[in-house]
């Protein structure tokens, strides 16, 4: 499976971005299915997750109610809505893919990953 990010780019504090990852594989819809951030000089960390149904979703804290993960498995691909943008969510955002099919939060259990694309909010 191959997974490519899109939808990066510059915007200022405030603003969205929608992210999305196409996905090359039919077997998409049974992969749950997770964004994370990388900001330079800090730590891969967890994001969002969305499970293989869409049925379960999981959020780092400081994104809830600003960021929604959707997928949509017709298409191939999971989004990353970003609203009310804010500096410290500047960062290179990566999808990955989770073979049980769960909304996982840790990167360790990601077996799939994209190339990331740039977010950078300014203030």
């Known amino acids: 499976v191959q997974l490519q990010a899109s939808g990066g780019g510059m915007v200022q504090a405030g603003g969205s971005l929608r992210l999305s990852c196409a996905a090359s594989?039919?077997?998409?819809?049974?992969?749950?299915m997770g964004w994370f951030r990388q900001a330079p000089g800090k730590e891969r960390e967890f994001v969002a997750a969305?499970?293989?149904?869409?049925?379960?979703?999981n959020y780092q804290d400081s994104v809830k109610g600003r960021f929604t993960i959707s997928r949509d498995n017709a298409k191939y691909t999971v989004y990353l809505q970003m609203n009310s943008l804010k500096p410290e969510d500047t960062a290179v955002y990566y999808c990955?893919?989770?073979?049980?099919?769960?909304?996982?939060?840790?990167?360790?259990?990601?077996?799939?990953w994209g190339q990331g694309t740039q977010v950078t909010v300014s203030s």
């Open positions: 594989g039919r077997t998409f819809s049974r992969y749950g």
């Open positions: 969305i499970s293989w149904s869409g049925g379960s979703t």
């Open positions: 990955a893919a989770e073979l049980s099919g769960q909304a996982a939060t840790i990167a360790t259990l990601y077996y799939y």
